[in-house]
């Protein structure tokens, strides 16, 4: 009786066990190496122009606007007149306190003003992944199993043309064509000012300024997923196992999807990580064209304002949020994916 | 089992689009000098003129030329794709090929590496690090290269492990062969049609990342560059030049990379013997 009950219990604690070991091993090592690289580099490049360190991290422009009790504040948080490796433990332990430095064009710490900026830039983003990668996987799986068919030639080549265009091109074009040439849309923002909207209206009038920069995002990036997707179905479709539910007669669409696209969905989801850090950057460049209030914006106001701090902050936190990303997609794929949790 | 790479990529319609679309564009950059007669920062005539016989697309806001500057944009994207590409394909081939054949400690240390590397987005540490340094052509390749070539040594380190199961290396070895020669004599050759299919992957992404450094005013401020142009094209859109200043240089950006698209698709297909059409090479 008791044996019983050990043998049911020890393949449960040992999957547990084991699901966990995989994500260490694999995948969170991986993020520690990636994210410490960036910090790194993050750290050292700063300092490796010359001159006092505080002028190179801040740049003169920044230094000139700053009070000497700023500077003795800074220096002094960051420990800048020590040892590099003095300064490398305060840089990190400062970082683990969410201390990013002070941003001078603000004149507040950079973290703050992040934080004002960053929901727009998850919103677009995240809308951005969602959509392209189920539309992409969509009209891959159709194109995939029409191959060589009117409607697969055309999507290829309609979805292929509109990769080639760069993702701020795109939200150029559209902006001309439908925000300057039709007036349908807003040309800037994310909501309309001093509007007072509540409730639904506010929904409403924040799409409204979505549509488009989504719209340029998807468009750009649907073609990975799309390309990804359609490759892959065509190599499922010849696998032995369809053939078997074609001939027990299953019905077209299911063998599509619940055969063939289900076992698709895993290199998709793999790729879907590694798009995230192309969209991130697409997103950059096309908040910047449409003047959306997120981290693109705000990155090219630090640049052109010269906020050395601020810049830092704002790809290290995107970093972190490209990492993050790609974390839980590892969780999620060794969900999908029994294998994975299973063998190793 | 020998394919005819060239003739498949040729051929097939994609293939045929992008050699095409490359080919005038490498031609337009090569021959810029003959096609114009204005150098790209000289100021020519008055400034937002309209498209004439003189100017064909007419001038920006001083009055330089834009098609002058187009043409010579283009030697700009080349050189920086094509920088990009050799010089992270050389980084892929060390790492992918010495991994596969060391094997161990420094191999799984290297994939490892490999592993972070790729989730790093490269276009944002080129910012930072172009911001801080300054920037100009050489760096941005370097910096460029430096956080692409870890797709490529995945690609190539898995390849050269199945290549090295393979007989004639098995027999190169048992005559005693050392590493290098089989690197170079049987495996690299082997590699081949990868490697220009990873030229031209890395290639597009680096055209693409220029123009994009370059819309963000990351480049180097002498020389003429599409993305710059559109950057600055972009603060006169009220005007009306944006129909021969943006929308000219734009499609020709787009041009470029489509055309790598397009070539490297049709290697794709030829390449993966699953997605290549029977019809192509049965008779062969």
Redesign the interface.
Same mark, same amino acid.
């Given at each position: 009786m008791q044996e019983c009950v050990q043998t049911r219990h020890v393949p449960i604690r040992n999957k547990v066990f084991k699901k966990a070991s995989v994500l260490n091993k694999a995948s969170i090592?991986?993020?520690v190496?990636?994210l410490l690289?960036?910090l790194t580099?993050?750290f050292f490049?700063?300092r490796?122009?010359p001159g006092d360190p505080l002028q190179?991290i801040y740049g003169n422009e920044a230094l000139l606007v700053m009070t000497p009790e700023l500077q003795e504040e800074l220096t002094h948080r960051f420990s800048l007149d020590r040892p590099l490796g003095e300064q490398y433990a305060s840089y990190l332990l400062s970082l683990c306190r969410g201390d990013l430095g002070h941003s001078y064009y603000y004149n507040a710490p950079v973290l703050k003003v992040i934080s004002g900026f960053l929901p727009w830039t998850l919103l677009l983003t995240g809308l951005a992944l969602v959509i392209s990668t189920l539309v992409g996987f969509f009209l891959g799986v159709e194109s995939g199993s029409r191959r060589?068919r009117p409607l697969d030639q055309v999507l290829l080549g309609s979805i292929?043309?509109f990769?080639?265009?760069?993702?701020?091109?795109m939200g150029?074009?559209l902006l001309?064509f439908f925000g300057?040439f039709l007036s349908l849309v807003p040309l800037s923002g994310a909501l309309t000012p001093y509007a007072g909207h509540s409730g639904l209206m506010l929904v409403a009038d924040l799409l409204h300024h979505l549509a488009l920069p989504l719209a340029a995002l998807v468009l750009v990036r649907l073609t990975a997923t799309y390309?990804l997707t359609r490759?892959t179905m065509?190599?499922t479709l010849?696998e032995a196992f369809i053939l078997t539910a074609k001939a027990k007669g299953c019905p077209e669409r299911i063998i599509r999807y619940r055969h063939a696209g289900r076992n698709t969905l895993l290199p998709v989801v793999t790729a879907a990580?590694?798009q995230f850090?192309?969209l991130?950057?697409g997103t950059?460049?096309v908040e910047?064209?449409f003047s959306y209030p997120g981290l693109g914006s705000l990155?090219?106001k630090s640049?052109?304002t010269r906020d050395?701090p601020l810049?830092?902050g704002i790809?290290l936190v995107?970093?972190v949020v490209?990492?993050t990303i790609?974390l839980l997609l590892d969780v999620f794929y060794s969900k999908l994916d029994p294998r994975v949790a299973k063998c190793t | 089992m020998h394919v005819n790479y060239w003739r498949e990529v040729h051929t097939t319609g994609?293939g045929r689009i992008g050699l095409g679309l490359l080919i005038l564009v490498v031609t337009a950059a090569v021959l810029a000098p003959l096609l114009t007669g204005y150098q790209p920062a000289a100021y020519t005539g008055a400034p937002f003129m309209a498209p004439s016989a003189q100017h064909w697309l007419g001038t920006n806001d001083v009055g330089q030329d834009i098609w002058t500057r187009l043409l010579y944009g283009a030697r700009t994207s080349l050189a920086v794709g094509g920088g990009v590409a050799l010089l992270s394909l050389c980084l892929s081939i060390l790492v992918g090929c010495s991994s596969a054949l060391l094997g161990g400690l420094y191999d799984r240390l290297m994939m490892? /590496?490999v592993?972070?590397?790729?989730?790093?987005?490269p $276009?944002?540490?080129a910012?930072?690090?172009a911001?801080?340094?300054r920037p100009n052509t050489v760096l941005l390749i370097v910096l460029l290269s430096l956080f692409l070539w870890p797709g490529g040594a995945r690609v190539v380190r898995a390849q050269t492990l199945s290549l090295k199961e393979r007989m004639p290396v098995y027999a190169a070895r048992t005559f005693g062969a050392g590493r290098l020669h089989l690197l170079f004599n049987h495996i690299i050759p082997d590699l081949g049609p990868i490697l220009i299919a990873l030229i031209i992957q890395d290639a597009r992404r680096a055209v693409?990342m220029e123009?994009?450094l370059s819309?963000?005013?990351?480049c180097d401020p002498t020389v003429v560059s599409w993305g710059k142009m559109?950057q600055h094209a972009?603060k006169f859109?009220y005007l009306d030049v944006?129909r021969w200043w943006? /929308?000219p240089t734009?499609f020709t950006?787009?041009?470029t $990379?489509?055309g790598f698209?397009?070539t490297g698709?049709a290697l794709e297909t030829a390449l993966?013997p699953?997605?290549r059409?029977e019809a192509g090479h049965a008779d062969n």
């Open positions: 090592i991986n993020y190496v990636a690289i960036i580099m993050n490049i700063p490796l122009m190179a060589g292929m043309l990769s080639g265009f760069p993702d701020f091109f150029i074009m001309l300057v390309l490759s065509i190599t010849g990580g590694l850090a192309h991130v950057t950059l460049f910047i064209v990155l090219y640049l052109l050395y810049m830092a790809l995107l970093t490209v990492l790609n | 994609p490892r /590496l592993d972070a590397l790729i989730v790093i987005p $276009v944002i540490v910012i930072l690090a911001a801080y340094l693409f123009a994009g819309f963000l005013g990351i559109m972009l859109v944006w943006l /929308l734009g950006l787009s041009l $990379v489509m698209t397009f698709f993966n699953r997605l059409k």
